[in-house]
């Protein structure tokens, strides 16, 4: 089975903190995906990488940054954590890009308070 | 207009009975669409994909796809209480790659 790891699920922060929240898939997957989703507004992209070293921004990237220096890991950065930022997190990944019939992969979210 | 809409629900079912839920989506050059089931405080997880026009049935669930009006629907037989969730369509564009576009998902309460 697919296993995508977010390995902090409830995290509370102060208003400015730098925020990091990491993903890990165990699948060799080259694609990976960094969702918000808050109610009424549903799930929003936020960043995406294709590949080792390789992102490209979403619907919402304003606010975040992403690494990926592994192939397995995809992290987002908050910053400076601001109250509009608290959200689950939902990272996902898949395989690669040429096949349009993959599908995406969720792990279990991240629950971010900002106060 | 949203890329992908779904009526927000909740669409209240009785134990037995069909649920039908709907999405419609704006981008002529979809490829690929997908049915994503969320329990509350859970992450999605697909239950159906379909890619051409049609239908596609996987057990108790029947996925539609009409292209040329845009779009796809979801189909619960025998609805059961553990059905109770919310459902996310998805959609994939071609020149979009692998990224997903989701609709805002569809609540469905399933009474015993």
């Known amino acids: 089975d697919v296993k995508v790891t977010q390995s902090s699920r409830y995290l509370v922060k102060r208003t400015g903190e730098k925020v990091f929240l990491e993903c890990v898939q165990d699948?060799?997957?080259?694609?990976m995906f960094w969702y918000r989703q808050d109610p009424g507004l549903g799930l929003r992209l936020i960043y995406f990488?294709?590949?080792?070293?390789?992102?490209e921004k979403g619907d919402i990237p304003e606010g975040y940054s992403v690494s990926r220096e592994k192939k397995e890991r995809f992290s987002l950065i908050l910053e400076s954590a601001s109250t509009n930022q608290t959200s689950m997190y939902l990272c996902?990944?898949?395989?690669?890009?040429?096949?349009?019939?993959?599908?995406?992969?969720f792990g279990e979210g991240s629950w971010l308070t900002v106060v | 207009q949203k890329e992908v809409e779904q009526n927000s629900g909740p669409l209240s079912v009785p134990e037995g009975a069909i649920a039908s839920l709907n999405c419609t989506y704006s981008?002529?050059?979809?490829?690929?669409f997908f049915w994503y089931r969320q329990y509350s405080g859970k992450s999605p997880e697909l239950i159906m994909s379909?890619?051409?026009?049609g239908d596609k049935e996987d057990g108790r669930f029947t996925a539609q796809l009409n292209k040329a009006s845009q779009y796809v629907s979801l189909l619960i037989r025998d609805s059961q209480p553990s059905d109770s969730a919310t459902y996310l369509c998805a959609v994939n564009k071609e020149a979009a790659g692998n990224k997903l576009t989701f609709g805002g998902g569809t609540r469905v309460l399933v009474k015993p």
């Open positions: 699948m060799d997957h080259e694609n």
């Open positions: 981008d002529r050059g979809s490829q690929s």
């Open positions: 990488s294709y590949d080792v070293k390789m992102k």
């Open positions: 996902a990944s898949s395989l690669y890009q040429g096949a349009m019939r993959n599908t995406i992969y």
């Open positions: 379909i890619y051409s026009n």
